[in-house]
């Protein structure tokens, strides 16, 4: 059985509440507030369209009361009920109701319209108006609910698009100190799979809070109206004390449903993670045969994923049927209440059609919490990344610079990184003449590559400073610095498009010529055009469609064609057959000419020529001079050099 898959809570992650939450959405969602406002104003008028079939109701039921008592009026005086003044009010409600028809009668006779023939039955008209006007009402309310919809899943998917952005803005202006800790599975799981759930979750909410309350506001509204026009404060009371009842199994459960729904959303980062690590080391996996405790290891994570999304999606489902049982609790209850205090059915159904009316915008509010539970989730994870801050400051006053004109220099510079006990580079202190070549050597883990990192500014000392011309790293711009300074690196990375696309890949503005011109110099051109695409022909994931000796000649002419003045050479020939070394190594050759220089030696043959090579050991620069110099010595560098048998 494959070892259990558990997520690893990222250094950055923290929580949130839903007002922090949410609140930072709208900060992104303000710029749409016009078609939120118009969604939201169709909605309430989605929702006004219910009062005036509340107010029929109780007129047109104490109408037919009265006719059915109207034989018990003729009986004698001795034998009238008891709420005879109960009866003069429903009498006198049904007269007003006939008076005011009459009006209406009146108003549109006047106009030519008859509601009713000679016989006082149902004319033409009035069947017009019910078999026009209802359907024209009809429309109008669909076309609300339309407006009402897509104005408000119009801005929720800009609102999200606007927070991908940012995101992707954000992780990518994060340092290297950022991207060396970060799991890259996760954060793509974080950059794409949770902001495309918030973007379900905000147009759902956004559509049924722009018509659900306000639904429940006029029908509460109504009950209330009712309840003061008839003089029924205590059974008002009652639905006062009742309603909220509505919400206990909403309170009960969405801790439940936040607590699995971000367990879901970790562990099917989990699954990203796994994905992007299998395919990334898809060689080792195949090299060891390890495919199938890869299938294992993945199937375990999608189980957990399963179980994680399963169990929200039980206490998620249990809010509706349980907010449904407990309404149907207490509109039962309220009948019963109101049959034994003898409430006239008359006035308990105006009331009572809102409060069941009330019931699916309820329904629909209680799913919402589930779903604003669920985005809280996930914007937890999006703004716990979105609030690192870990980029390389630019100083707002940064010194222009269009060229390299003297040396780069090396003052006394630390640099130790974050999850690190002990410096990379510990006081370095060094210069590199314009023009010149500056080699770095050492073993494994000696701060070779650190070195070059802080020259290329993806990292800043912790102390000390390193300056160009006088002017310290962090007082350039960083546009210009790119610009200053080009590297190629031994693991040469190429993007999956064309080979012209690589090569001019920092350079969209060389035309095809020039990129020709570059590939020649790289000793790339021949190989391109052996096959028939040319240049047009895909490099693949990471280049992986090409050989090494390919890949690094076509990021050699990418650095050609760039044309930086400083290049960071991490010599790219060291695991390559001899025919192919000597290509790239011409490459470099030209690559290097009139260039001041900054090499990584892994081959120590490749920089006897040098006109400084440093020698570091643990962090520190424990030897230096040419190649001659420190032979010499019999140091540090000459061991170096016997065991590569270089003399």
């Known amino acids: 059985m494959a070892k259990k898959v558990t997520y690893r809570k990222e250094f950055f992650d923290r929580e949130y509440t839903a007002k922090e939450a949410y609140g930072r959405v709208w900060s992104y969602a303000r710029q749409y507030k016009v078609r939120i406002i118009v969604g939201i104003l169709c909605g309430m008028l989605t929702a006004g369209t219910l009062v005036p ?26 034998e009238a009920p008891a709420d005879g003044a109960h009866k003069d009010k429903s009498a006198k409600k049904a007269k007003g109701l006939e008076k005011d028809y009459g009006k209406i009668r009146k108003w549109l006779h006047e106009h030519g319209v008859e509601l009713q023939d000679e016989n006082e039955e149902l004319g033409l008209p009035l069947l017009f108006l019910i078999i026009v006007v209802v359907p024209v009402v009809a429309l109008f309310r669909c076309g609300l609910i339309f407006l009402n919809h897509y104005c408000l899943a119009w801005a929720g998917m800009r609102t999200v698009r606007d927070i991908r952005c940012d995101i992707f803005r954000h992780v990518e202006a994060q340092s290297m100190q950022f991207h060396g800790r970060i799991d890259v599975g996760q954060l793509m799981s974080r950059c794409t799979s949770d902001p495309h759930q918030v973007q379900q979750i905000i147009q759902h909410v956004l559509q049924e809070l722009a018509q659900a309350p306000f639904e429940i506001a006029v029908s509460v509204g109504f009950i209330v109206w009712s309840a003061v026009h008839n003089h029924m404060l205590p059974t008002l009371g009652i639905i006062v004390l009742g309603f909220p009842m509505f919400m206990i199994p909403v309170v009960f459960l969405s801790k439940r449903i936040r607590k699995w729904s971000k367990k879901a959303l970790q562990r099917f980062s989990v699954v990203g993670s796994r994905i992007h690590e299998i395919l990334t080391c898809i060689k080792v996996v195949k090299a060891y045969n390890t495919e199938a405790l890869e299938e294992e290891k993945y199937e375990e994570a999608n189980n957990q994923t399963l179980k994680a999304t399963l169990r929200s999606l039980r206490w998620g489902l249990l809010v509706g049927p349980a907010v449904e049982t407990v309404g149907i609790f207490l509109i039962c209850g309220f009948v019963v209440w109101c049959f034994f205090t003898g409430v006239k059915l008359s006035m308990i159904i105006p009331m009572l059609a809102p409060l069941l009316l009330i019931y699916r915008p309820l329904k629909q509010l209680s799913k919402l919490q589930v779903q604003v539970e669920q985005g809280r989730a996930a914007l937890t994870r999006i703004w716990s990344i979105m ?139 021949d190989f391109i055009m052996s096959q028939p695409e040319g240049y047009a022909r895909l490099a693949g994931e990471k280049g992986f469609a090409l050989s090494g000796g390919e890949r690094q000649r076509i990021a050699i002419a990418r650095a050609i064609l760039r044309n930086p003045p400083i290049l960071i050479l991490d010599e790219a020939t060291s695991a390559l057959d001899t025919v ?50 420190l032979y010499a010595k019999d140091g540090v560098y000459r061991k170096l050099c016997d065991m590569q048998n270089q003399r």
């Open 580 to 629: 192919t070394e000597r290509l790239v190594q011409d490459a470099i050759n030209n690559l290097m000419k009139d260039r001041t220089v900054f090499a990584i030696a892994h081959r120590l043959s490749t920089i006897r020529n040098a006109d400084l090579i440093l020698v570091m050991q643990d962090g520190r620069i424990v030897e230096r001079g040419t190649h001659d110099e």
């Open 387 to 525: 609030d690192v801050e870990m980029e390389l400051p630019e100083d707002p006053a940064a010194v222009e610079k269009a060229s390299f004109d003297d040396k780069v220099v090396f003052d006394d510079v630390c640099f130790r990184y974050d999850t690190a006990e002990h410096d990379a580079v510990s006081h370095a202190s060094f210069e590199i003449p314009r023009g010149q070549v500056v080699a770095v050597v050492g073993g494994t883990g000696s701060g070779k590559s650190t070195m070059s990192s802080l020259l290329a500014r993806f990292y800043d000392p912790l102390s000390g400073a390193i300056a160009m011309d006088g002017v310290d790293l962090r007082k350039l711009r960083i546009a210009d610095l790119r610009r200053l300074v080009g590297s190629v690196q031994q693991e040469t990375l190429l993007f999956n498009d064309t080979i012209e696309a690589n090569i001019r890949y920092g350079s969209p503005e060389a035309t095809h010529e020039q990129v020709v011109a570059a590939a020649k110099m790289a000793n790339a051109h």
């Open 53 to 78: 079939f509340f107010q029929v109701i109780q007129p047109a039921l104490q109408q037919v009361e009265s006719r059915q008592e109207a034989p018990a009026a003729e009986a004698p005086a001795a």
